[in-house]
Every structure is written in structure tokens, then in C-alpha cells.
T-cell receptor, first 113, second 109 residues
Framework: DADVTQTPRNRITKTGKRIMLECSQT?????MYWYRQDPGLGLRLIYY???????NKGEISDGYSVSRQAQAKFSLSLESAIPNQTALYFC????????????FGPGTRLTVT | EDQVTQSPEALRLQEGESSSLNCSYT??????LFWYRQDPGKGPEFLFT???AGEEKEKERLKATLTKKESFLHITAPKPEDSATYLC??????????FGGGTRLMVKP
């Protein structure tokens, strides 16, 4: 079984709709991250959480919100989707205390029409 | 602001043709440089961490090296299964990661 899972894997939605992307991990790590990937731009950090009660904004948090329901679950919401939020979204979790060797989920491909 | 630039954006090689990928960076207090491999439709997979200039790490046909301004990922005698996008990232003193745009490597048999 995969250590980091994301649902859905693909989603097409319309402008203005609210959408939630979900992430679960079985590695027992405290820290969880949401990234966005656009062609040629690399991965950019949206939000991150050090534990259930500690949530922080990343470099591109505008238009997004998150919820850490449990140590193993971290959800990303787009409150009112817009076309330039079309991208690949990845959840990741690093081991505690060590280098930032992130374990990434398989990604969600989101298209906003 | 930390910056990571990878070159070339795309690289086509014949099987067995060795080459190098470049990752140039500026960072406030380097706390590690990371290389990842990303296959189509998948999340990035961790390859190496380098911490200081002069350090080298190897894994099969891949060798990563680090200087004060850049890192190289050397690929020796590549095979078609090495085809992927290779991502570089740096961690700064505030423990934040900055990723480069990646190099898409295509190895033809």
C-alpha cells in the first residue's frame, strides 16, 4: 500500500465551485505539506502543517485553505476555483528531525474550466 | 529570495551517452540540496541530499555533486528507464524548500 495517498487523482471543475483535495499518510509523520506544480515553474508551497494544531501559509496560499483533521489527514480546499488554479497538486510529508526528504503522494490533476 | 535554476529544460540522449544536469542556486544559509526523480503521472521520488561543497553521492548510474553555487547530476551510460524529470531543491536556514523547474531527460534506445 502507498504511504501517501491523494484523492481524487483527477478532477475537472468549473469556475466558482468549491473543491476539496484530500491527503492521507500512513508513515506516522507529524509534518504535512501541500504543493502546486506548474510546467516549468517547479513545485511551490501552498500550506504546511507541523502538527494538528499548527498550520502555516506557504508562498502561494491566496485562494486556498486547509484543514488538518488528524495526524494522518491534511485537506486542501479551493474556496472558489478559478482557471489559473489549474495545476498538479501534491501532498508530501517528511520524516521528523532529519533532512527534508519529502515523501510525495501521487498527485491530483485539477482542471478549472 | 532563494532561487533555483535548472538547465537544460530538456535533454535527449542516446542509450549509453553520458551527460550532466545542472542546478544553480542562491539561498540564504544552505541546509541541504536535494535531487528528486519524477516519472509522468507520479509524485517526485527522493534521490540524494548534499550538505556541503565537495560532497558527492552515488546511486547506480547517477552521481550528484555540489559546489557553493551549483550542483550537477551526472548520468553515466544512461538507459531508457532513466527517462524522467529530475528536480533539484534547496533548503534554507528557515527550513523552507525551494524547487527548480526541473530537467526532462529522455533516453532513446
Amino acid at each position: 500500500d502507498a504511504d501517501v495517498t491523494q484523492t481524487p487523482r483527477n478532477r475537472i471543475t468549473k469556475t466558482g465551485k468549491r473543491i476539496m483535495l484530500e491527503c492521507s499518510q500512513t508513515k506516522g509523520h507529524d509534518r504535512m505539506y501541500w504543493y502546486r506544480q506548474d510546467p516549468g515553474l517547479g513545485l511551490r508551497l501552498i500550506y504546511y502543517s507541523f502538527d494538528v494544531k499548527d498550520i502555516n501559509k506557504g508562498e502561494i496560499s491566496d485562494g486556498y485553505s486547509v484543514s488538518r483533521q488528524a495526524q494522518a489527514k491534511f485537506s486542501l480546499s479551493l474556496e472558489s476555483a478559478i482557471p489559473n488554479q489549474t495545476a498538479l497538486y501534491f501532498c508530501a510529508t517528511p520524516p521528523a528531525g532529519g533532512p527534508y526528504e519529502q515523501y510525495f503522494g501521487p498527485g491530483t490533476r485539477l482542471t478549472v474550466t | 529570495e532563494d532561487q533555483v535554476t535548472q538547465s537544460p529544460e530538456a535533454l535527449r540522449l542516446q542509450e549509453g551517452e553520458s551527460s550532466s544536469l545542472n542546478c544553480s542556486y542562491t539561498v540564504s544559509g544552505l541546509r541541504g540540496l536535494f535531487w528528486y526523480r519524477q516519472d509522468p503521472g507520479k509524485g517526485p521520488e527522493f534521490l540524494f541530499t548534499l550538505y556541503s561543497a565537495g560532497e558527492e553521492k552515488e546511486k547506480e548510474r547517477l552521481k550528484a555533486t555540489l559546489t557553493k553555487k551549483e550542483s550537477f547530476l551526472h548520468i553515466t551510460a544512461p538507459k531508457p528507464e532513466d527517462s524522467a524529470t529530475y528536480l533539484c531543491a534547496v533548503r534554507n536556514a528557515g527550513n523552507m524548500l525551494t524547487f527548480g523547474g526541473g530537467t526532462r531527460l529522455m533516453v532513446k534506445p
